[in-house]
């Protein structure tokens, strides 16, 4: 296998897909343990990393843009087929078990190139039903999405002519950690309670069609602004006359 030698060496590829994307495959303190464990690690220096390389380097881990010596490589996202390297592990999310065909090029490139895939996803603890997922980001997932919904709301409203609330609410990735996204969700819920909606907008309605842990994570995101938790068929008799309560 190409990049073996005596030593076991893993590496963990900058992402170069999603602008936005910030996570980590391997946080400092995991690359330490690795590194205590006799295992070099290979870290393909980034900027936009929520964790800053020299963390990194303190851990033990070597900077570099050449990830060749790596047995195994570690990312978040599937990356551009052209990147890849032959005779490899790599360890990244396709999406592809959930039909997702974007992927499907790096999927071909890695059975060319006598490369084996470990998606994420399919990571899962065996038993009889078939086993949970043990890797995934479901609840930041959902929380995430929500903020990121709520920041889309309030320009979508300032588009149009009209101020709101929402407007003070950032993008998810740029918050520090969950609990600065909470409460800045949480200082427009005061403002809505105060001030309200726009009445051309009210009642503002949120569906989740789902029950799984990225639902509930959006929802308690939600539970942070004022709201009144209606059955489907409510809905038509709420926005018959085109307005409610705007608090």
């Known amino acids: 296998m190409s990049g073996s030698s005596g030593r076991k060496c893993i590496g963990m590829m900058k992402e170069v897909v999603n602008k936005w994307e910030r996570r980590a495959p391997l946080a400092p303190a995991q690359v330490r343990e690795l590194v205590k464990a006799g295992v070099r690690v290979l870290i393909e220096p980034s900027e936009r990393r929520v964790f800053k390389d020299h963390e990194y ?3 033990g881990a070597e900077l570099t843009t050449d990830l060749t010596p790596a047995h195994t490589i570690l990312g978040i996202n599937a990356f551009p087929p052209e990147n890849l390297l032959p005779d490899r592990t790599y360890m990244v999310f396709t999406r592809s078990l959930k039909g997702d065909m974007r992927n499907w090029p790096l999927i071909d490139a890695c059975m060319s190139n006598n490369v084996r895939l470990i998606d994420y996803e399919a990571i899962r603890k065996l038993d009889e039903h078939g086993g949970d997922r043990l890797v995934q980001f479901s609840a930041f997932a959902g929380y995430a999405g929500m903020v990121d919904c709520l920041r889309g709301v309030g320009e979508r409203f300032m588009s149009i002519g009209r101020a709101s609330p929402f407007l003070n609410v950032a993008s ?9 996204a909470k409460d800045a969700v949480s200082i427009a819920g005061e403002r809505i309670k105060n001030v309200g909606l726009p009445y051309s907008q009210a009642p503002f309605t949120f569906v989740f069609t789902g029950q799984g842990r990225t639902s509930a994570a959006a929802q ?22 085109g307005r409610g309560d705007a608090h």
């Not at 998810?172 to 600065?180: C, G, I, K, V």
């Not at 308690?220 to 038509?236: F, G, N, S």
């Open 57 to 59: 380097e303190s851990a």
């Open 172 to 180: 998810a990735y740029m918050y520090s950690n969950l609990e600065q």
């Open 220 to 241: 308690e995101i939600l539970r942070l602004l004022p709201h009144q938790q209606v059955d489907p068929k409510e809905l038509a008799e709420l926005t018959k006359s």
